[in-house]
């Protein structure tokens, strides 16, 4: 088709307000996936992700639509990840767009996520045509959130569509507006290639498959391109797009979408976002696409096996998971509570908790995880800064200056009866709060600066207990700023361990080392001797706990007994072992890590 009736265009949405349901009612109804081939929600490829029911990795297809003015147009709908940690995902994804759906709950309303995607959106410019989903519901109030969208979003929802993903209502209307509002891509096939990098996947067979959209230029197979932040060039071996799996084409041109590959063996050097070029033509009058940033890890944790042996596995399962997944970061390190293991660095705690059980469940392997950290600016006496982002490496007391930490800008919104407990919960999370708006009758808006490190600890789980579910939170990175902090050091019988031992607020240093360890002690399985926990900073006991030792052993219990019974109770022993990690002669639980993140 022309690319006058090409139409670019990705799905935004709060999670679960209904995107990956739309997507797929678009993709049947243009007849691209057969209904009876329909595989639930086709776009989310990776099994995790559809257990958990999110977004992470985006896909584009390819749609062929007879509008009611009889003219085929191709629409390609970009998928978009719809959660904090990836952002930045987010914003590749909407650059390679002209146009947005914006989804909005009919029954929930505008959400902190539908406000950051719909901020996300206007920023590069996308025509925004908002639809109301879930119509069918009896909860659904359409009216009062067009009003919503208006308020809050600033976008004119007179002509916002309602829809019903579910009951496949709205769908044609979409569609057609699709065609009549979205603008058809800009961009001169004649120019040499410029194309933006906006997502990738890593393939067994054709090394990375870069999903890109056309700007200038055509692109074809045999073509040489240039990536132009890595400065890496790879003749593509072929060129295509997605309808919805990959299918060869002969060129791809100027406003279009598609993949290429070229046995490019690692996602870091196909960087999303980075823009390519064809080799020889890089300096001369071709401009990188603005906004290319690597995706850069912001929380980290250790990641040990819990048998020892599987260290080279580990290595080797972090090192395939990276080639699909450019974010992500580890390098070697060891512990002398927990041996060797590996320092990961992660998006955000989502990212984490998705990399841990794919290790666990594609891997295989029995992992032990120490509680996460960001990464603390430490200014020193003798004039130098360092970076830190293990607790292990943090300096002597003495030769430290000052410390900054990371603080990020929340959203977060909620209706009006949860105000207090929010604000309550910003005060104990050492949030400043920036402003306070009424968007709609019954919910309000607050702005706050929080330090990143209250939010990795248990904030989003807190706030949604606080608020019965009601509240919706998303945040951005904000930038450094000084922050008294301290390490505090758990010791179990006098010797420190290293993997428990965290960065806090001076102010919280007290009432956290102490809760950490009344928490230990009930987590602590009971020995044959007393165990004595400690909480110190800088060697000076901030607070004391006594593990008393066992009398009897659970066998005795059941002397003479049943053996049966006796049989479960020894493998059930067997199976509370399994997570745990010998220090000494003390065994310590995975709980006892995750404890620090509770201290909330
Ligand atoms: P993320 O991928 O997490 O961002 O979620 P999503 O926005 O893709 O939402 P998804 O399509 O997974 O839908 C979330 C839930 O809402 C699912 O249980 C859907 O079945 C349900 N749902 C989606 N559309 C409708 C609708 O029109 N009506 C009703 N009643 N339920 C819907």
Redesign the pocket.
């Known amino acids: 088709v022309p690319q006058d009736r090409i139409r670019n265009f990705c799905i935004i949405?709060h999670?679960?307000?209904?995107?990956?349901?739309?997507a797929d009612r678009l993709l049947e109804f243009t007849g691209t996936v057969d209904k009876r081939d329909m595989q639930a929600?086709l776009l989310?490829q990776m099994d995790i992700e559809r257990e958990r029911?999110?977004?992470i990795k985006m896909a584009a297809v390819r749609m062929a639509y007879t509008a009611k003015d009889g003219l085929e147009y191709e629409l390609n709908l970009i998928d978009t990840p719809?959660h904090v940690d990836f952002t930045y995902e987010v914003s590749r994804s909407l650059n390679a767009c002209e146009g947005a759906l914006l989804?909005v709950d009919a029954a929930q309303g505008v959400e902190a996520q539908t406000l950051a995607n719909a901020n996300l959106a206007m920023n590069a410019n996308l025509e925004i045509i908002p639809v109301i989903?879930?119509i069918?519901?009896p909860a659904a109030d359409p009216d009062r959130v067009a009003e919503e969208i208006e308020s809050v979003l600033a976008i004119d929802a007179t002509e916002a569509i309602p829809?019903?993903?579910?009951?496949g209502i709205g769908i044609e209307e979409i569609l057609e507006a699709v065609v009549q509002k979205v603008p058809p891509p800009a961009g001169d096939p004649t120019k040499p290639l410029r194309a933006l990098v906006f997502d990738s996947h890593y393939d067994g067979y054709l090394g990375v498959v870069a999903y890109v959209r056309i700007v200038d230029g055509t692109l074809k197979a045999g073509d040489k391109v240039h990536f132009i932040a890595t400065g890496k060039e790879f003749p593509v071996s072929e060129v295509g797009t997605f309808a919805p799996r990959m299918r060869p084409a002969e060129l791809l041109r100027a406003g279009g979408t598609g993949y290429f590959h070229a046995a490019i063996k690692s996602v870091t050097d196909a960087r999303v976002g980075d823009t390519i070029t064809v080799a020889g033509r890089e300096g001369k009058a071709v401009e990188a696409l603005p906004g290319y940033r690597p995706a850069k890890p912001m929380v980290f944790c250790g990641l040990y096996p819990h048998d020892s042996s599987d260290f080279p596995n580990l290595r080797e399962a972090l090192s395939k998971m990276q080639l699909n997944d450019a974010a992500l970061s580890f390098e070697a390190e060891s512990s002398a509570a927990m041996g060797f293991g590996f320092r990961c660095g992660f998006l955000g705690l989502l990212h984490m908790e998705i990399v841990q059980e794919r290790l666990e469940r594609e891997f295989n392997l029995a992992l032990l995880a120490t509680a996460p950290s960001v990464i603390y600016h430490v200014y020193k006496t003798d004039g130098t800064m360092e970076v830190i982002d293990n607790p292990a490496n943090w300096p002597t007391t003495t030769t430290i200056e000052r410390t900054e930490e990371p603080y990020v800008d929340a959203t977060i919104i909620v209706p009006t009866d949860y105000v207090g407990a929010v604000m309550e919960m910003g005060r104990e999370r050492r949030g400043i709060q920036d402003r306070m708006e009424y968007p709609a009758p019954g919910r309000v808006m607050l702005y706050y600066k929080l330090p990143l490190a209250e939010i990795i600890m248990d904030f989003f789980d807190q706030l949604k207990s606080r608020t019965k579910g009601y509240a919706s939170f998303d945040y951005e990175l904000s930038d450094y700023s000084p922050s008294p902090l301290v390490k505090v050091d758990v010791q179990v019988n006098a010797d420190p361990v290293d993997a428990l031992s965290f960065i806090v607020h001076r102010d919280k240093a007290f009432p956290r080392g102490k809760m950490l360890v009344e928490k230990l002690k009930e987590i602590l399985p009971r020995q044959m001797f007393e165990i004595k926990l400690q909480a110190a900073i800088g060697g000076k006991i901030i607070a004391a706990e006594r593990v008393s030792a066992l009398r009897k052993n659970v066998i005795a219990k059941c002397y003479g007994g049943d053996i049966s019974r006796k049989r479960k109770l020894l493998e059930k022993q067997k199976e509370g072992k399994k997570r745990m990690k010998q220090f000494g002669n003390v065994e310590i639980p995975q709980e006892a890590f995750m404890s620090v993140l509770k201290l909330g």
């Open positions: 949405a999670v679960d307000h209904g995107k990956s349901t739309l929600q989310d029911g999110i977004t719809g989804v989903n879930k069918d519901l829809c019903s993903a579910k009951e």
